[in-house]
T-cell receptor, first 112, second 111 residues
Framework: KQEVTQIPAALSVPEGENLVLNCSFT??????LQWFRQDPGKGLTSLLL?????REQTSGRLNASLDKSSGRSTLYIAASQPGDSATYLC???????????FGPGTRLSVLP | EPEVTQTPSHQVTQMGQEVILRCVPI?????FYWYRQILGQKVEFLVS????????KSEIFDDQFSVERPDGSNFTLKIRSTKLEDSAMYFC?????????FGQGTRLTVV
């Protein structure tokens, strides 16, 4: 059964710092991996999607990498801003099904 | 930009009552999902729907739950007899077999 973990659980940084969020999954047989942002009490906003054959994806200040064989993905946020404060979730789409398995999230606070 | 819309945004219901949560997926998507998130916990998969039938469901999705695509545009989740532990945020999502797009959720409170 696929399990997804994320570290750290929470992170507080001053504005302008570059930071890395980590995601690990136990079964490397994934179809793709997606990073989401969730603001308190709100829905999930898709940030980046990495297919299993890809190594990384970039969107603006965000870069996500995938190392399928080691079961890891990282989300790199450059030059963090207070508006980046949110919970970041990673989710893997398993090969044998259509559903996503979510990690518990990393709660990020960027202080002005 | 197309988006998944969910109604209502918040629903309060008494224990034992039936509730229907509604979703309008993105129009050219083929796969539809329901997930839930109990406060402070992980987002959990409930059910996926493709080609007018359930393609996969989790252990959570027992006989009190059902899904329907009644008219080709709406996608509904029905909970027949709500329990206190059904209180959660329920998310609908749609996709074309790769990326999933999520709605803003319906917060269900069972009292």
């Amino acid at each position: 059964k696929q399990e997804v973990t994320q570290i750290p659980a929470a992170l507080s940084v001053p504005e302008g710092e570059n930071l890395v969020l980590n995601c690990s999954f136990t079964d490397s047989a994934i179809y793709n991996l997606q990073w989401f942002r969730q603001d308190p009490g709100k829905g999930l906003t898709s940030l980046l999607l990495i297919q299993s054959s890809q190594r990384e994806q970039t969107s603006g200040r965000l870069n996500a990498s995938l190392d399928k064989s080691s079961g890891r993905s990282t989300l790199y946020i450059a030059a963090s801003q207070p508006g980046d404060s949110a919970t970041y979730l990673c989710a893997v789409k398993v090969n044998y099904g259509q559903n996503f398995v979510f990690g518990p999230g990393t709660r990020l606070s960027v202080l002005p | 930009e197309p988006e998944v819309t969910q109604t209502p945004s918040h629903q309060v219901t008494q224990m034992g009552q039936e509730v229907i949560l509604r979703c309008v997926p993105i129009s050219n998507h083929l796969y539809f999902y329901w997930y839930r998130q109990i406060l402070g916990q992980k987002v959990e998969f409930l059910v996926s729907f493709y080609n007018n039938e359930i393609s996969e469901k989790s252990e959570i999705f027992d006989d009190q739950f059902s899904v329907e695509r009644p008219d080709g545009s709406n996608f509904t989740l029905k909970i027949r007899s709500t329990k206190l532990e059904d209180s959660a945020m329920y998310f609908c999502a749609s996709g074309r077999n790769t990326e999933a797009f999520f709605g803003q959720g319906t917060r269900l409170t069972v009292v």
